[in-house]
DNA sequence: CCGTTTTGTTCAGCGTCGGCACAAAGTCAG
DNA sequence: CTGACTTTGTGCCGACGCTGAACAAAACGG
């Protein structure tokens, strides 16, 4: 009989896969720096490089723009094919949906918002926004290699069904990555080959965190904590060693019961003061005693008045005191984690903006020891974070075999 | 110029530390399972087993104990060779310390305790656990490759330095790890080489998550969460996908200070009720209303309390609280972390094997949604677990590259 | 202009692993 | 008992990724 194998690692330059993410998140601008990021020799790196190049994935200019003043010959300069392929992106959160095409390193190569016109099905509003991300596919032709939807809950792996969309109104378990491939392949979204691409779905600020620290506030962060409040409820994420940690069904990084306010607001969960009540849009208004209007989102109005009102003591004892929670539980999740820098995102990255010192001491007093102690705490810095975590995921494959996903 | 390069991947056969570490933890007992463990073929495989077995890891018995009742050709039996290299694995805790010899396999070859007669200095104690592992050496005459300790405090790195070792009495911030291989090199430890054994040190319940995880009830797990007690305070350890969380600084899984009770005791860190005060051996003795003696340590009162008076009213209702308690904070940690399963260890595990429903009930109730819900949690099943783990995470060098290490 | 420094490329060689053929050692059917 | 079948172990060869060294190229400085 002849032996067959289960394929681990597949074949292929092994090295492809990391070279490529170094180029990808900006950490590898020239073919010497990438030799030393790998750890090859030059030959090895230039032979990498090439191969990218051959794959369409890359781009090298022989002549660097910079000359810069050291000495020696300089070196070419490697970037992100301009006109290489894409992944399909979405995004849908409580006022809407967008979709885009991003490229490799980041790159938003098109766009298309779109409003919550459909009726609030699972069904309909994937196959809407696939239909604009086909449509920006259409438009400019561009070859597409994957696909990812971000949305405002708690995805279970491996079902790939939303735990609870709260604030979508959607069905808790809805299958949200089986529709999103369904809707893909109705919509002709293809690869190269013809057959349809691999759709992914995830929670929104996992996918923000996963952009964050490939292009964002938590570059080069070893482990990075992510913590963002958009509507309702508190979000957190986890990215180890360059990988989201999902946990082992998709439910790790629930943060929104955490107690911050023992004597606090009762909770769905059975418990009082959870970060979920104490620190979201809606505390924060009717800390500030303000009445939440319908018209536009929660998040919005908590900015405005955040922005407009700052001096006004209400507003600003308001804020001070869902930052000292807000506090309270990142110390506690630091204390569990003790990742090495936190990105705050939604109202929370608003209210750092607002006060730094005012967190960053809370924070410091109630987390142990040492560095953990002075941990960096940064506000987002991506625009549509969520939607470049959701192409982030989708380029995933590529980046971990370029080979087996292209050639 | 010649080329230099900063090797990340070391030459040598890839295959063989992912191999020693299937044998080692048991899930490669024979040739065709190490092929189909691997994702290798059989040839690959074979060459392997015989590099293993030529550096006297492991052993091939060519005539297995069990016929089995499959057809084709028996497969050969691997085991770890039962006279092959050791590890020096040390424990402190409060009450003593132990030393021992430890093969591959978490074999405990040798082991010697110890009381506590000398000072209780950090580096009069680590002299004399080292200097009776020496003693162990000496007379079994077994080749060192590592050693490994574990102590009751969290250890920062990239210092090595012990940041809480409070039942110790010892200074916060003692260097333990350097007075580990102070002691080692004075002792005349050294390994095959004749050079001084390279020497680790890890939080006790740390080091016991890694044990058990490879050879104890944590086996298989793919993200494995422990929490334990066993004087004062709360231990909490993760390994994610076989590897040790220790986060960025050596300080995750600090859980002690979790608020699982609003309006309990006042806690040296500043809040109320943290699982520290709450849930350790002092509390349940304090709900069960009994004085602590300063005879024997607070674990084996509490154990001896709730072993042989478990039907007293008093007790049980106490031992309920703390359950209650503990079910709390571990909804908490498995909200954030998504584990897999969960270990306990120490008093907790006591009290699980008391009255397993009802922890599992609490935990159920308080952590969100689906298969997280029902997430195992079980007893630590191994003896010193501590101590097998300290080795464990001495050997890790030697599963990580066997070639680099010996030959 | 030539030496120095750094970068890029070509080429031979080595080591690991896949694929295949064959041998070995058991079960099962008759 | 014998022969077909199944599964395991091993020897051999080639593919291929990578190293190491030599050489070429592109800048700077004296």
Not at 183 to 209: C, F, I, R, T, Y
Request: net charge negative.
């Amino acid at each position: 009989m002849t032996q067959t194998r289960t394929p681990r690692l597949e074949r292929g330059r092994s090295a492809l896969g990391p070279a490529l993410a170094l180029v990808h998140t900006g950490r590898a601008p020239t073919r010497a720096v990438l030799t030393a990021e790998l750890g090859v020799t030059r030959a090895t790196a230039g032979a990498v490089a090439a191969e990218l190049e051959a794959l369409g994935l890359i781009q090298v200019d022989a002549r660097p723009a910079a000359p810069a003043g050291s000495q020696g010959r300089p070196s070419h300069r490697l970037a992100i094919a301009p006109d290489g392929p894409v992944v399909l992106a979405a995004q849908i959160h409580a006022d809407g949906f967008r979709a885009a095409l991003v490229g490799l390193g980041g790159r938003m190569v098109a766009t298309a918002p779109g409003c919550m016109t459909v009726p609030a099905d699972p069904a309909h509003i994937i196959d809407a926004v696939v239909e604009a991300g086909a449509g920006l596919l259409r438009e400019t032709g561009r070859r597409c290699l994957g696909a990812g939807l971000a949305v405002p809950s708690a995805v279970a792996e491996p079902d790939g069904t939303a735990l609870n969309p709260l604030h979508l109104s959607w069905p808790a378990g809805a299958p949200v990555r089986a529709l999103f491939v369904e809707a893909l392949a109705k919509s002709g979204v293809h690869g190269p080959d013809g057959s349809p691409v691999s759709g992914v779905a995830g929670n929104d600020v996992n996918l923000a965190a996963l952009a964050e620290h490939r292009h964002g506030a938590g570059r080069g962060a070893q482990h990075l904590l992510c913590v963002a409040t958009g509507h309702r409820g508190v979000g957190g994420a986890l990215v180890l060693d360059g990988r989201l940690h999902t946990g082992s069904s998709g439910l790790a990084l629930e943060v929104g019961h955490l107690t911050v306010n023992p004597a606090g607001l009762p909770c769905h969960c059975g418990s009082r003061g959870c970060l979920d009540v104490e620190t979201d849009p809606l505390a924060f208004l009717t800390a500030a005693g303000r009445e939440p209007g319908p018209e536009v989102s929660l998040l919005q109005q908590s900015r405005d008045l955040l922005r407009s009102e700052y001096a006004d003591p209400t507003v600003r004892a308001a804020a001070d005191l869902i930052v000292d929670r807000l506090g309270l539980g990142l110390a506690g999740l630091v204390n569990i984690l003790n990742p090495d820098r936190v990105v705050l995102g939604g109202l929370h990255r608003e209210l750092l903006d607002a006060d730094p010192e005012r967190l960053r001491a809370v924070v410091a007093d109630r987390s142990l020891w040492g560095r953990s102690g002075s941990v960096p705490i940064l506000a987002a810095s991506l625009d549509h974070n969520s939607l470049v975590g959701a192409a982030e995921a989708a380029w995933q494959p590529v980046l971990d075999d370029p080979l087996a996903t292209l050639g």
